[in-house]
T-cell receptor
Framework: AQSVTQLDSQVPVFEEAPVELRCNYS??????LFWYVQYPNQGLQLLLK??????LVESINGFEAEFNKSQTSFHLRKPSVHISDTAEYFC??????????????FGSGTQLTVLP | DTGVSQNPRHKITKRGQNVTFRCDPI?????LYWYRQTLGQGPEFLTY????????KSRLLSDRFSAERPKGSFSTLEIQRTEQGDSAMYLC????????????FGSGTRLTVV
């Protein structure tokens, strides 16, 4: 079984400031890691994922996340945020097991609010 | 590609009534998932279909819940004898086997039980 902890439920930050959204996970097996974003009244959209290889992964809109196996973390960062980044962000994990349904276990989410 | 479509977007029902939601996945996706998201929480897995076969069910899916995907295309999720605790956003997602964990989620059906 896996669990995901997002340490901050709300993160307010001023426009153009850097931000870090924290995510820690617990699992007895190897996992894949994901960040999803949810804008108001919309479904979840995949922001980025770590499957293998380089531990630093990037999205097309400037977010990046680094997989740290020893600290079981997958924190999301952006060096300069925009008003349009205001949304709820969810960290998720999935077992690597080939026999699994690839179901995702989500954290409780972090509401990022970018202030002008 | 019109995305994953869910209907209705909102449903208000009285406690004890039955409700049914529909999900239309992306046409070439053979995997379909249902998740439930309550206020202030992340989505929780409910069930998974590969084509028409329901292969996994969460313990969250009580006897009052049933899901079907009769022809391997659209899916329905029915809740019988609704309770106030069923109030949540019900999310559907789909994917295909070669898609490396890149689910596509629908916008969800928000259920309010009064």
């Amino acid at each position: 079984a896996q669990s995901v902890t997002q340490l901050d439920s709300q993160v307010p930050v001023f426009e153009e400031a850097p931000v870090e959204l924290r995510c820690n996970y617990s699992s007895s097996v190897s996992v894949y890691l994901f960040w999803y974003v949810q804008y108001p009244n919309q479904g979840l959209q995949l922001l980025l994922k770590y499957l293998s290889g380089s531990t630093l992964v990037e999205s097309i809109n400037g977010f990046e996340a680094e997989f740290n196996k020893s600290q079981t973390s997958f924190h999301l960062r952006k060096p300069s945020v925009h008003i349009s980044d205001t949304a709820e962000y969810f960290c998720a994990v999935s077992s690597i097991s080939s026999g699994s349904a690839r179901q995702l276990t989500f954290g409780s989410g972090t509401q990022l609010t970018v202030l002008p | 590609d019109t995305g994953v479509s869910q209907n209705p977007r909102h449903k208000i029902t009285k406690r004890g009534q039955n409700v049914t939601f529909r999900c239309d996945p992306i046409s070439e996706h053979n995997r379909l998932y249902w998740y439930r998201q309550t206020l202030g929480q992340g989505p929780e897995f409910l069930t998974y279909f590969q084509n028409e076969a329901q292969l996994e069910k969460s313990r969250l899916l009580s006897d009052r819940f049933s899901a079907e995907r009769p022809k391997g295309s659209f899916s329905t999720l029915e809740i019988q004898r609704t309770e106030q605790g069923d109030s949540a956003m019900y999310l559907c997602a789909s994917s295909y086997p070669g898609q490396n964990y890149g689910y596509t989620f629908g916008s969800g059906t928000r259920l309010t039980v009064v």
